[in-house]
């Protein structure tokens, strides 16, 4: 249980990281909280030869306002740091909300933001709410700068759409639309074990109180998440969100969106009937803050 | 043969100059280079906390932390709390420990008082699902827990009585 040999640097500016990442392609590893990567390094499930420890880089620590009501965050923001920041809570509050259920206290003083989004592990909180909230992430390599949406980032299991010359820089979280609400939900056997499944709901509703829009994003289904579900969504845009629509739309996404698969943890069957409960709870929660106005 | 890192690190208010591999894990660096063997491992990968220490004052896992990572910082471990070992010079986290027989075998408890400290000067009244909720991140297979919720309980109270404490922590 100790970490094999690998080459290891700390540099302290950007350019110094995305020097080293071009230098040394796949064989680089950025190390940013570790609280995946070390452990990882432990079971020796990764061997990489090198590794760019991020966390002496000052300029990726942040938590900025952003244009239009969004939140900047920087890719090393600690999830402690991201928890206690009034700009967060009072701007993004889904991101507010889901952070403690991010693991443990100890984790979350280490692990960071950028690090869950580039690892996407498919049990992760972070990457279903940023793509709820269709966040945009920064991405830097030595020649080039993008901005990718976070629709186009999360390409499966453990898998993003970062090339190995490139670092993730920042996120960018929009603010909701006015008439909008939110909510997350997870079931886990213990607080901060990973979930059994988890679902975060975001919805807009126009003047005549029907929902113009409609987010319901699943993790820790057991399959390639976060999984957008877009075919529960198209029930629920364009109604008005009566109890019975909420019940169609919770039933559409755990029976046509996710595909879930059983483990030890929780059987196929089980996580099935998850997704369905949670997505009703979630999108209830939802609903009753927008009408409640408890937005912001 | 790997490169050697030199790290100065602070721990628990004494310097410390070490050449190490960049490989070494903190848990590993604090126990066999320091000799600081307060500091437990249980799983070594992040998920039972007996490794767990104060790192720049908050609560972190050293067993998934590379001791090169903490060249530069102030770490403060479970040898910090008491003065010496006599048991009046004890924490009063520890006191309440001892009372409220918060621990048996003893494997687990370095890391369940060094994540309580930062949490009880945080909630000096702490109700008992905050209690729960605050070791939720530590493994214990001798008590069941009720008795350390109890130990904590005690404890907030001491530390409450004992601002400063006879610790250095404290």
Redesign the interface.
């Known amino acids: 249980?100790?970490?094999?040999?690998?080459?290891?640097f700390?540099p302290t500016t950007i350019e110094e990281a995305l020097d080293l990442l071009d230098e040394h392609g796949w064989d680089a590893k950025p190390l940013a909280g570790?609280?995946s990567l070390?452990?990882t390094?432990?079971?020796r499930l990764a061997q990489p030869a090198v590794?760019v420890?991020l966390?002496n880089i000052s300029d990726l620590f942040y938590v900025r306002p952003g244009i239009n009501g969004s939140v900047r965050i920087g890719a090393m923001a600690r999830h402690?740091q991201v928890e206690r920041d009034a700009l967060i809570a009072e701007r993004v509050p889904l991101v507010h909300e889901a952070i403690p259920l991010i693991?443990?206290?100890?984790?979350r003083?280490?692990g960071t933001f950028g690090g869950s989004l580039a690892h996407n592990d498919p049990a992760a909180e972070l990457p279903a709410v940023t793509l709820a909230l269709d966040g945009r992430l920064r991405v830097r390599s030595l020649s080039r700068e993008r901005w990718v949406p976070a629709g186009e980032f999360f390409l499966g299991l453990f898998a993003t759409a970062l090339e190995p010359d490139e670092l993730l820089v920042e996120v960018e979280v929009p603010a909701l639309p006015p008439r909008s609400g939110w909510a997350i939900r997870e079931m886990a056997r213990?607080?901060?074990d990973f979930a059994l499944l988890g679902v975060t709901a975001v919805i807009t509703l126009d003047d005549e109180n029907e929902c113009q829009a409609a987010r319901l994003v699943f993790f820790s289904t057991g399959g390639e998440d976060p999984t957008d579900a877009r075919q529960a969504a198209e029930v629920l845009i364009g109604e008005a969100p009566t109890p019975d629509v909420i019940r169609a739309t919770a039933e559409t996404a755990a029976s046509e969106d996710i595909d879930p698969t059983g483990d030890i943890h929780a059987s196929a069957e089980y996580r099935r009937h998850l997704a369905k409960v949670l997505a009703c709870q979630a999108l209830e929660q939802a609903l009753e803050r927008v009408t409640t106005g408890a937005l912001y | 043969m790997e490169n050697l890192f030199t790290v100065t690190v602070t721990v628990n208010g004494r310097q410390y100059e070490r050449a190490i591999e960049p490989r070494l894990l903190l848990s590993d660096f604090l126990r066999h280079e320091l000799g600081l063997t307060g500091t437990h491992v249980g799983c070594e990968h992040g998920v039972c906390g007996a490794c767990t220490i104060l790192f720049d004052g908050q609560p972190v896992r050293s067993c998934i932390m590379l001791a090169v990572q903490a060249n530069g910082h102030e770490i403060q471990t479970v040898e910090n709390l008491a003065l010496d070992a006599k048991p009046e010079n004890l924490h009063p986290l520890q006191v309440g420990f001892w009372e409220a027989h918060g621990l048996q075998c003893g494997f687990c408890t370095p890391g369940f008082l060094m994540t309580l400290l930062p949490f009880l000067e945080e909630h000096p009244d702490p109700s008992e699902e905050e209690i729960r909720e605050a070791i939720s991140g530590n493994l214990c297979r001798c008590t069941g827990y009720q008795n350390i919720v109890d130990a904590v309980k005690l404890a907030a109270g001491k530390m409450q009585e004992t601002q400063a404490g006879p610790g250095g922590a404290a």
């Open positions: 249980m100790k970490p094999p040999p690998f080459e290891y700390a570790g609280q070390i452990p390094l432990n079971f590794l420890d966390n402690s693991a443990h206290a100890q984790i003083n280490r213990r607080p901060g």
